[in-house]
């Protein structure tokens, strides 16, 4: 079946202006975790909800950061007043029910901010 | 919290060599430890993980061992091919918690 998708693949933004990211889940997917992986780093947690409920919004690093998923399948990671600093990709994963936390990402949102 | 490092940042191996990637954690709570393959462009692959209550796992050319008195595990890659070239990661999570604490990865070259 299909995998984890998001859009768009690329954004560029000027500093300043509000961008959101999509994530389509894996079907049926009850986790959906968002990460941030800047450049030659491993991903870094931001977010996770189990259906519709953000359980854990730790990892976001200002509160310019927002996400949701209203119906518990798309999610929307949205980024206001953009920083150079947010330039980064963005990784969506999501996890079935009873998994033992095996996560399978999407390709990610690559922003550049300018 | 959790910290996990990862050795080498680089490695280069000609093909059909093995290459083995290390890793260890901090906390010793954390009990899932996956692995992932990275190509450019693309998001992590998960390729194999093992469990605190496994040593070691096997799949055709990969395996895991992990040393929970030591906290580390490493992933070893047998007959490697150009096609393993990629970036890997490591990680770790908690059950309770569901978020992976990644490693900064490993770039891996496999030479034909």
């Known amino acids: 079946g299909a995998g984890v998708s998001q859009s768009p693949r690329y954004k560029v933004a000027k500093r300043g202006q509000d961008v959101a990211l999509r994530c389509d889940p894996i079907s049926g997917h009850v986790s959906l975790f968002w990460y941030q992986q800047a450049l030659g780093q491993g991903p870094e947690f931001l977010t996770y909800?189990?259906?519709?409920?953000?359980?854990?919004k730790s990892g976001l690093p200002s509160d310019r950061f927002f996400a949701e998923r209203p119906e518990g399948s798309v999610s929307t990671l949205k980024i206001q007043r953009t920083q150079q600093e947010d330039s980064a990709v963005y990784l969506c994963a999501s996890m079935a029910w009873g998994s033992y936390n095996e996560q399978f990402f999407g390709p990610g949102t690559r922003l550049t901010v300018l | 919290g959790e910290n996990v490092e990862q050795h080498p940042s680089t490695l280069s191996v000609q093909e059909g060599d093995s290459a083995v990637i290390k890793c260890t954690y901090s906390?010793?709570?954390?009990?899932?430890f996956p692995w992932y393959k990275q190509e450019l462009g693309k998001g992590p692959q998960l390729i194999i993980d093992?469990?605190?209550?496994?040593g070691e796992k096997k799949d055709q050319r990969i395996a895991v061992t992990l040393n929970k008195t030591a906290k580390h595990f490493s992933l070893h890659i047998t007959e490697t091919q150009p096609e393993d070239s990629a970036v890997y990661f490591c990680a770790a999570s908690k059950r309770s918690q569901g978020n992976l604490i990644f490693g900064k990865g490993t770039k891996l070259s496999v030479k034909p």
């Open positions: 093992i469990r605190s209550n496994v």
């Open positions: 909800f189990q259906n519709e409920a953000q359980l854990d």
């Open positions: 906390d010793s709570a954390s009990n899932y």
